[in-house]
T-cell receptor
Framework: GNSVTQMEGPVTLSEEAFLTINCTYTATGYPSLFWYVQYPGEGLQLLLKATKADDKGSNKGFEATYRKETTSFHLEKGSVQVSDSAVYFCALSYAGGTSYGKLTFGQGTILTVHP | KAGVTQTPRYLIKTRGQQVTLSCSPISGHRSVSWYQQTPGQGLQFLFEYFSETQRNKGNFPGRFSGRQFSNSRSEMNVSTLELGDSALYLC???????????????FGQGTRLTVV
């Protein structure tokens, strides 16, 4: 079956540090890939997405590139802020007939940024 | 544009009881999905409804059920509650009519269910 594996956390950084959160996936066919962010007490918000190989998703300074050869979708940001502290989820949706409405999530990575 | 609304936000129930959670999708969205979020299992897909029909279902026991109304609002029901059902239940809506290859899912804030 389809699965997503994220790097183990939590991740603790100082403000303005470089961020990488690794994400790899297992899926048949050509899934779409997503990064979602969850702030305390809230639901999930879409951060960025990529729908085909070599696509780069970007938003709010975050970037991730869909690498089919390494089945990866690593999240990066050049300079994190305290306000980026949240839980980050990598996810895939598979355009298959039995996959309506289904996102498969990684386990989530807690990011804490200190001033 | 109003977002996805889930009610109630918090709920405490006793083992053996049943519970119904509600989700109002974004206006115009016809697909509603439900997820269970726990510290141990993470985010797990429960089921998806589109135009009042369940199109997809995750690996949960039959105690978990749902439905969708003609206005796209959805409810999920859990019968005979167990302690392990304590979780954050999230609802997501999207506008897609077909496979969601390039469609964003918008999530509600969730319902925090505690079973005692």
């Amino acid at each position: 079956g389809n699965s997503v594996t994220q790097m183990e956390g939590p991740v603790t950084l100082s403000e303005e540090a470089f961020l990488t959160i690794n994400c790899t996936y297992t899926a048949t066919g050509y899934p779409s890939l997503f990064w979602y962010v969850q702030y305390p007490g809230e639901g999930l918000q879409l951060l960025l997405k990529a729908t085909k190989a070599d696509d780069k998703g970007s938003n709010k300074g975050f970037e991730a590139t869909y690498r089919k050869e390494t089945t990866s979708f690593h999240l990066e940001k050049g300079s994190v802020q305290v306000s980026d502290s949240a839980v980050y989820f990598c996810a895939l949706s598979y355009a298959g007939g039995t996959s309506y409405g289904k996102l498969t999530f990684g386990q989530g990575t807690i990011l804490t940024v200190h001033p | 544009k109003a977002g996805v609304t889930q009610t109630p936000r918090y709920l405490i129930k006793t083992r053996g009881q049943q519970v119904t959670l509600s989700c109002s999708p974004i206006s115009g969205h016809r697909s509603v999905s439900w997820y269970q979020q726990t510290p141990g299992q993470g985010l797990q897909f429960l089921f998806e409804y589109f135009s009042e029909t369940q199109r997809n279902k995750g690996n949960f026991p039959g105690r978990f059920s749902g439905r969708q109304f003609s206005n796209s609002r959805s409810e999920m029901n859990v019968s005979t509650l167990e302690l392990g059902d304590s979780a954050l239940y999230l609802c997501a809506s999207s506008s897609t009519a077909g496979t969601p290859r390039d469609t964003e899912a918008f999530f509600g804030q969730g319902t925090r269910l505690t079973v005692v």
